[in-house]
């Protein structure tokens, strides 16, 4: 009996595993003139902030502190689900630099993103896009401010980074869990959520591929040559936030590129993790909100 029962646990498993692995390798190719990420628009106030999730996150991400923003009346604000995540189209598809940007750009032109005026913030993986955006595209942008920017020289130095990280975190940067992505239906459960994540961010979390994480994780946040990418936006007015207890981005990595920003400001916030925003989302906010007045 008992070995029915775990026979039986076994191959439940298991077809939880290949009907996640079949999902990611037989979705749609990419197609970018009829694929729209999904996104909201928020307030119509003179001031336009575009906002970028990290990997496994979603828009979600930054409404859970929205309310905190000074002055919220006066902004509009396009939060994006990026390409793979979220309610976003979850192609079988490169999920390189270029496309994650080619995505959100095509959504900028079309809420009228793009007059120049436009603040944008990024989280992590939306950090990296942010800077990728501002790079593309100098004339759309006034300034950006980025938030947990992941820095790494390859797969070895996540590796050896990595023993304080959650897991949640752990799969925010980590090739190596992108096994675990075959079995969402499993661990993403209440019983697995950490206590800084609330319960529809965390829910919100497995709504991609193995093939979206996994090609996202390695074309754009290991992949990048973040010096160059840097360089393309040294004289644009910058604002980097981080949190000096990042395990999943280690704050050493962020400041040995703060030289190549000649017009920045960085806050390195004591007792903060990964997850500073969704810790203190009044902070981060009155930090770019006193950024923005200055700039």
């Not at 979603?58 to 689900?81: I, M, Q, T």
């Not at 590796?159 to 980590?174: P, Q």
């Not at 704050?251 to 400001?265: A, G, Q, R």
Request: proline share 4%; charged share 25%; glycine share 8%.
């Amino acid at each position: 009996m008992i070995l029915l029962m775990f026979s039986a646990i076994i191959i439940a498993f298991a077809g939880v595993g290949v009907h996640g692995y079949l999902k990611g390798v037989m979705a749609q190719p990419y197609d970018s003139e009829k694929m729209m990420l999904n996104y909201e628009r928020i307030g119509n106030g003179p001031k336009k902030m575009i906002l970028l999730h990290g990997l496994t996150g979603s828009l979600k991400y930054w409404k859970a502190g929205l309310g905190e923003l000074p002055d919220y009346s006066s902004y509009s604000l396009l939060l994006v689900d990026l390409l793979g995540f979220g309610d976003s189209p979850k192609p079988n598809s490169k999920y390189d630099l270029k496309e994650h940007l080619g995505a959100i750009e095509k959504v900028i032109k079309q809420e009228g993103f793009d007059d120049g005026d436009v603040m944008v913030v990024g989280h992590s993986l939306g950090s990296i896009l942010a800077i990728g955006l501002v790079g593309e595209h100098p004339d759309w942008f006034q300034h950006l401010a980025i938030i947990g920017l992941p820095s790494y020289s390859g797969k070895e130095a996540i590796k050896t980074k990595l023993g304080k990280a959650s897991l949640f975190d752990g799969v925010s940067v980590d090739s190596r869990y992108k096994f675990v992505c075959f079995f969402h239906p499993l661990y993403m459960t209440e019983w697995f959520r950490p206590n800084n994540i609330p319960k529809d961010i965390f829910r919100d979390a497995g709504k991609h591929t193995w093939v979206s994480y996994y090609r996202t994780l390695d074309n754009v946040i290991i992949d990048t040559d973040l010096r160059e990418l840097a360089s393309r936006i040294k004289d644009k007015k910058i604002l980097l936030i981080h949190g000096e207890n990042d395990a999943a981005a280690p704050i050493e990595n962020v400041e040995v590129l703060l030289p190549i920003f000649t017009n920045s400001k960085f806050e390195r916030l004591t007792n903060a993790d990964h997850h500073v925003y969704l810790a203190s989302p009044a902070k981060v906010w009155a930090l770019i909100n006193d950024f923005e007045k200055v700039h």
